[in-house]
């Protein structure tokens, strides 16, 4: 019967825990990379549905937009490989919902002062990047311009949610790149005017976004 040499066997066992030890150091760098707070600055390029109900008939339009969008979060350590963002964007400038005609004048549709509040679960896949699943409740002001003889505007505050995926790689230690998919899904709701916050038209607004930004590891 042939026995392992001592000397290999011991060897065989180091070699094997010095691995393991590798493992669990990359995972925990992956992971401590990430936690803390960051500050990021992306550009958005967003894509609106937007459905309006006017004398019983729905129009449907919408049109793309790009915008900054500027995101604070702070990452909780949940284990060696995972971890959760809680953070909240801001938007830097209008979102486009689209133009049609109504009663032969011509509308606009605008979203405004968009925010949101969201928690990112994260998985290190990489020493120096991590993917992540978002959820977002989300707001804006939308506004309804009509152009004819006798301008007027009709606005609302909007709520939803939004879902996302979104990749984050280091470029250097504290320097990151992010690339993020997001569906956004406003409630649907009448907007109105001030002056008569009982009549208005039934709205619907959908957006699809993808940005693409860098940000600060702190």
Sequence with gaps: MLLP??????????????????TCDSSAHAQSEFSGPS??????????????????????YGAPSQT???????????????LLNLGASTQ???VDGGRT??????????????????????????PDTVLYGKFAL??????????????????????????GLGVRHLLAPSLYLQIEFMQMNYDKTRI???DDPDAGLPLGIDATSANVGLGLQF
């Design 5 to 22: 040499h001592p000397r290999r066997a011991g060897s065989t066992a180091q070699a094997s825990f010095l691995a393991l030890l590798l």
């Design 39 to 60: 500050l990021g600055a992306q550009v958005d390029f967003m894509n609106t549905s937007t459905e309006l109900t006017f004398d019983g008939a729905p129009y449907s």
């Design 68 to 82: 900054l969008r500027l995101q604070t979060a702070y990452g909780l350590s949940l284990g060696p490989e995972t």
């Design 92 to 94: 830097l400038g209008d």
């Design 101 to 126: 005609i109504l009663n032969e004048s011509e509308t606009e549709i605008t979203l405004s002062r968009g925010t949101a509040l969201y928690v990112e679960p994260a998985y290190a896949i990489h």
């Design 138 to 163: 989300i707001q804006a002001q939308v506004e309804l311009a009509v152009n004819d003889d006798d301008p007027s505007r009709l606005e609302r505050k909007l709520k939803g949610q939004g879902f």
């Design 192 to 194: 109105t005017s001030k």
